[in-house]
């Protein structure tokens, strides 16, 4: 059963993308019911050959407006603003527009859009959306209504998983899991480089790397048990395990990690101002 008679998107992007593909993996909509707008004349051509959506140059956002009910704005940040100027008055309160815009608040749209009546939710998924696998958190902004939240829920969980908090936190989110993929990578970078210094090649570090990565994370996913018991899984007394745990803590590997989570979530209200 579809979800949605129709979707429309603002934005043809790669994080657009992700959604397209999940949405039509999980076979919640047909292609012939998705129609996007862009930009660039070689994304639309891209898209439609791809995935088999509608697409539109940005000009002809009319064809989003009078034939979706709900759209997702998924264009860059610093062009929200007119954005939203152009399309005013198409918009009305049949409308559910679910903005994916990093720092763009659920009131800065309201704001613009004063008088329209539609209802707004705010939504920051994270790059890993592009394997299926993005950490999502939504927000009800104005005139949001449960059914509302449950369609969008639908939406972000076809790319991953998703939670719904109250806008005041998305701030953390930003330095959490917004961020987060980078200090992942940059820890899989450090173990890969780890293998090269202790004598493996680089092949072999990175495969040995990135499946103990995935491997441990589908088990902590899994198992009921907290992440400090899954580590003492591994941890025998006088090990090789024991020891290396040692030299982490003696350099503040914890303390490390929450102070970045910390920085990333004070840059994130600093550029919100």
């Known amino acids: 059963m579809a979800l949605l008679d129709k979707l429309g998107f603002l934005g043809g992007g790669r994080m657009g993308e992700a959604l397209i593909q999940g949405i039509l993996k999980s076979g919640i909509m047909a292609a012939a019911d998705i129609l996007v707008t862009d930009p660039d004349a070689e994304r639309r051509v891209y898209l439609d050959e791809t995935y088999g959506v509608n697409t539109y140059d940005s000009s002809e956002s009319e064809h989003i407006w009078s034939g979706c009910t709900t759209v997702i704005l998924a264009v860059k940040p610093q062009i929200m603003k007119d954005v939203l100027l152009e399309a005013k008055d198409r918009i009305n309160d049949s409308h559910l527009l679910i903005s994916i815009a990093a720092g763009i608040q659920s009131s800065f749209i309201a704001a613009h859009l004063a008088g329209s009546n539609c209802r707004i939710i705010r939504v920051m998924p994270n790059t890993p959306a592009f394997v299926l696998e993005a950490a999502s958190a939504l927000s009800p902004g104005p005139r949001a209504t449960q059914e509302d939240m449950d369609t969008a829920v639908v939406i972000f969980n076809s790319i991953g998983k998703s939670i719904i908090l109250d806008e005041k936190y998305f701030d953390a989110v930003t330095g ?9 990578f940059t820890f899989i970078e450090a173990l890969i480089d780890a ?9 072999d570090a990175e495969l040995l790397v990135t499946q103990t990565i995935l491997g441990s994370v589908k088990l902590a996913m899994s198992s009921k048990e907290h992440p400090a018991q899954l580590r003492a899984m591994v941890t025998s007394p006088g090990g090789t395990t024991i020891a290396g745990l040692h030299e982490l803590e ?21 550029l919100g101002k």
């Open 195 to 203: 293998g090269l210094k202790v004598g493996l090649n680089r092949t």
């Open 250 to 270: 003696a350099a503040g590997f914890n303390g490390i990690i929450m102070d970045a989570v910390e920085a990333a979530t004070e840059r994130s209200k600093e």
């Open 176 to 184: 959490l899991s917004g961020s987060g993929p980078a200090y992942v």
